[in-house]
């Protein structure tokens, strides 16, 4: 993933005839656990897209955050084409957004073109939208196990034709303009409502996929926030890595986060909320 990093940056220089350049990359991460374990949360899209920004800089190339994350998608083709790459937009764009994906077809019909044409020609059904960020009583948790999205996207394939999918889609869909409203209204409690309803469409589409999506820690978390009205809400495509817990007010997040240190569970509030970046 360093190494495709680093090639797409490298042939869109040369495609401006710009002439490569000669140094060393060095990558410090907060990312890591224990040095073996990554945290989830896109970390390896944060980091794809960390490269690209600190090589395009280095080459002189002022390029937006559309620009930034077009070049990360590029480079992971390859090797991760069933990603959505929502984690590469939320890095690219450092900051909360609403994303729809491009149409996957066309950029592979277009993909021989010069990464200038890609970055400036629109891709049909790519949607990124910066929206407000909040304050909500929300926490970050590591269930200490990885997850493999790419795995699991794939597993999900073969279920793509079957009308319990649509319904999950169709369902997932009606629940993602009510609950931009309720944020942009700052009311946790439609928050959570329609959260629960995104949860709910995930659990329907579990039991008939039988793909384990929520695992058995992660609703070992949910249990333990519950009796503070706590919710969880998977992040990625699930399996593992870690989940939001979602809580009406702030004392209920400081009571059910202290039950869950006390679990051994780890907490990522300071990286997540902190915004401390990959360098």
């Known amino acids: 993933m360093i190494q495709d ?31 073996t374990t990554k ?7 944060a980091v794809c897209v960390s490269i690209i920004k600190v090589l395009t800089q280095a080459y002189g190339f002022e ?23 929502g984690d590469v937009a939320v890095s690219a764009y450092n900051t909360w957004i609403v994303y729809h994906k491009y149409d996957d077809t066309w950029l592979y019909q277009h993909i021989h073109k010069d990464i200038d044409w890609l970055l400036h020609h629109v891709w049909p059904h790519l949607t990124i939208e910066t929206i407000k960020e909040h304050a909500f009583p929300m926490s970050l948790v590591f269930t200490n196990a990885a997850a493999d999205s790419q795995t699991m ?4 394939k073969q279920h793509q034709i079957k009308s319990y999918y649509s319904l999950f889609i169709e369902s997932t869909k009606n629940s993602i303009d009510p609950l931009s409203k309720a944020m942009d209204q700052d009311c946790m409690s439609n928050v959570i409502k329609h959260t629960k ?19 058995e820690t992660m609703e070992h978390i949910a249990s333990l926030i519950e009796p503070f009205n706590g919710f969880i809400k998977v992040s990625g495509a699930g399996g593992g890595d870690c ?17 869950l240190i006390q679990e051994g569970y780890t907490l990522l509030d300071e990286l997540v909320f902190s915004k401390k970046e990959v360098s």
């Open 5 to 35: 990093a680093i090639n797409v940056v490298q042939r869109y220089a040369q495609q401006q005839n710009i002439p490569c350049l000669w140094g060393h990359l060095h990558i410090e991460s907060s990312l890591d656990y224990n040095t």
């Open 63 to 85: 390029l937006s955050p559309l620009e930034i994350y077009k070049l990360a998608v590029l480079s992971q083709l390859e090797h991760f084409s069933h990603s959505s790459y």
């Open 243 to 259: 989940v939001w817990c979602l809580y009406p007010d702030i004392l209920s997040q400081q009571m059910g986060n202290d039950v």
């Open 39 to 45: 945290y989830g949360l896109g970390s390896s899209g």
């Open 153 to 156: 996207v794939k597993a999900m």
């Open 197 to 215: 309803s995104l949860s709910r469409a995930l659990d329907m589409l579990q039991r008939n996929a039988k793909i384990t999506i929520k695992t």
